[in-house]
């Protein structure tokens, strides 16, 4: 049994956030990183602990090897990436996050695609991947501000949950027939 | 042109299934396999012949190898798993599912999804995996006796339908422009 | 900055089709090509401009060759395929399509069946894959002409900003934080 100070340091590691952004722009410095700074003021205002981000070009190499880093380096319990979700040629997000994700989560990336697509049917067209690599659930978000907040938003009420399960919480295997 | 015998004992083969619950606590005997008696008593009540049950611990490659005996060696039209589909770190019930269908049905895991996400948003952390090893239906379901049963109830109006087509019933090959 | 003839002219080239259809009979001349017909159809009615139909057998490397020269040699904006998108045993569509497409687009995939499923639970068997091959769309659609034309139809409306996006417009990289 774990004493209460160990639950809450748990508690507080399972909500350590990294946010990534990509954007060739972004990265040249020729735009403010907006969708960074919207995701980052959501997350807090939900108690989740944005503890860094980062703009990177929307170089497939180079988002995997950022999203790996915060994984398995500073192993935070939730990496974000916004941009480089739909179907131009540098769109390569949704590629350079299955190449470091383990486990596939798919219901989360259809759940924000169904709940966009009331808005608008330009939704179809993001190719958004969601997954886990080791302890570290990986999501990806859309680059406009209004974009990355909206499909957030679709996911923030299952996502205690998904980081308490993905850290190995046992809590329902001790009902009769869970798992 | 079949005779009515053969045709009776394709129906009966079209809707032979085996039940496989992937838990730890359940292979140890640890506890009761509830969601294996629960499908067990639906499918039952829908006509289909449960000839096949077993429980398997969530070790990919153990679960991959009794979902290849049930489809390749006792040839049942249908394989269903319960468990393992959450994002737990041992839920891998849908790697190991991959790592033997030839061909995935996508449509049915989103199905799912879909329907018990106007339930609960924790319907998104469903992993499960449709798809087709040689003639046999391969159905990811979750560990809990209601969430399985929820999640079949779901696919059991298009089940028929599907087992028909993937045993090669060509019925609708006649018709001018179908396929 | 494009001159308004350059403009024009891209424009037309960003609606040129290709209709793939895959039968086995339609190949070998038992039946009439009806679903190609109707994509036809609707396609001219919405102004796109259908330069290239062919109708091939359901073999996976036939599928793959025929949706690729399309792509690579025709540079056609827009494949379409009909057919071989179910689950019976000679149903190999969507392998064929993702041998050959280099960036899945899941959500139009996911879309169609969505809509579908409001009419039929059968949409649920529908495997089909929409991807991104160089500079063209790939949409593989079911076999009957009624099945074509109301999964295309669930695409139309974000289809031109889409063909847009995948030749590389970059009109909205504009704003301050698109991508």
């Not at 735009?31 to 939900?46: I, M, V, Y």
């Not at 131009?88 to 994700?101: G, K, Q």
């Amino acid at each position: 049994m774990e004493s209460r100070t160990t639950k809450q340091a748990k508690r507080e590691f399972l909500r350590t956030v990294a946010i990534i952004t990509v954007s060739d722009r972004g990265a040249r410095g020729e735009r403010e990183d907006a969708s960074g700074q919207a995701l980052h003021d959501l997350l807090t205002r939900h108690g989740f602990d944005v503890c860094y981000q980062a703009i990177v070009p929307d170089e497939a190499e180079v988002i995997s090897q950022a999203i790996r880093e915060c994984a398995v380096v500073k192993r935070v319990a939730l990496v974000l990436t916004t941009g480089g979700t739909g179907v131009s040629p540098r769109d390569v997000t949704p590629e350079a996050t299955r190449a470091v994700i383990q486990r596939l989560v798919p219901g989360m990336a259809e759940a924000m695609r169904a709940a966009n697509l009331l808005k608008t049917p330009h939704a179809m067209l993001s190719r958004a991947v969601v997954g886990i690599r080791g302890a570290t659930l990986v999501i990806n978000l859309p680059g406009s501000p209004t974009g990355a907040v909206e499909n957030l938003s679709v996911l923030l009420e299952a996502l205690p949950h998904a980081l308490d399960k993905i850290q190995g919480d046992m809590s329902d295997c001790a009902r009769p027939a869970g798992g």
